[in-house]
């Protein structure tokens, strides 16, 4: 029997899903190489100035736009800036503020578990980059009236379209580093965002200035992160 293209559920259009089905050898074949690629992702502090096309970057957020989200509501805002003297405004905004935090914010614990990532209150990455993609989420969405209609599991939506950027970022050839200064709302502020939008994580994307030395981390063991109940 031909199935249908597509149906009314409940009065809404659906339609059929296409998709390959793959054996349980192509499975493993697939899924091991996916994670060979990841696994081989780093967060990258040192960046070249090397052009990185602007449809590139397209490409790349929307990837990221492709992420499940609370009702499809799409919680999400991503500015792409390659313009010098925002990067410059950012930079020297997100330095106040990681001063603060590095000088008086940040306990000696914390400061003591980020001391194999060597990192400091300067973040030259931000004006180097070509670009700096800053996600934000949008807590809510303004109704034809004005009214405040808020989204649903807005921090779960954007932090997955946040992995797929990261992951799309890297599958790319390309690197970046989660940034996140805190507080974050100087970049709302340089970037004459609108109230329900708040920045979530702020990307420098490019190639890396090579050679670069990454800290020689370890990922938890399968044991460790993974629990199979069958
Ligand atoms: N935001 C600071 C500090 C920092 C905090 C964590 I947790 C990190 O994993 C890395 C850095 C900075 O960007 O330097």
Known sequence: MESKKSLIIKGHKHIAFETEVFS????LKKSDRFY???NSRRSIREFSDKNVPKEVIENLIKTAAT?????HKQPWVFCAISSAELKT???EAAEAEEK??????MSDRWKKDLEPMATDMYKPFLEIAPWLIIVFK??????????????????????????MLISAIHNAGLVTLTHTPSPMNFLAKILNRPANERA??????????????????????????????E
Request: glycine content about 8%; aromatic content about 12%.
């Open 89 to 91: 405004q950012i930079r």
């Open 67 to 71: 992420a499940p989200s609370g009702a």
């Open 138 to 163: 949008k807590a809510y969405e303004l109704g034809e009236n004005g009214e405040k209609n808020n989204n649903y599991y807005v921090n779960e939506s954007v932090g997955i379209a946040a992995g």
């Open 36 to 38: 060979h690629l990841l």
């Open 100 to 105: 603060k935090s590095y000088e008086s914010r």
């Open 24 to 27: 349980e050898e192509e499975l």
């Open 200 to 229: 979530f994580l702020l990307l420098p994307v490019g190639y890396p200035e090579l050679p670069t030395y990454v800290p020689d981390l370890k990922r938890k063991e399968l044991d460790e992160i993974a629990v199979f109940y």
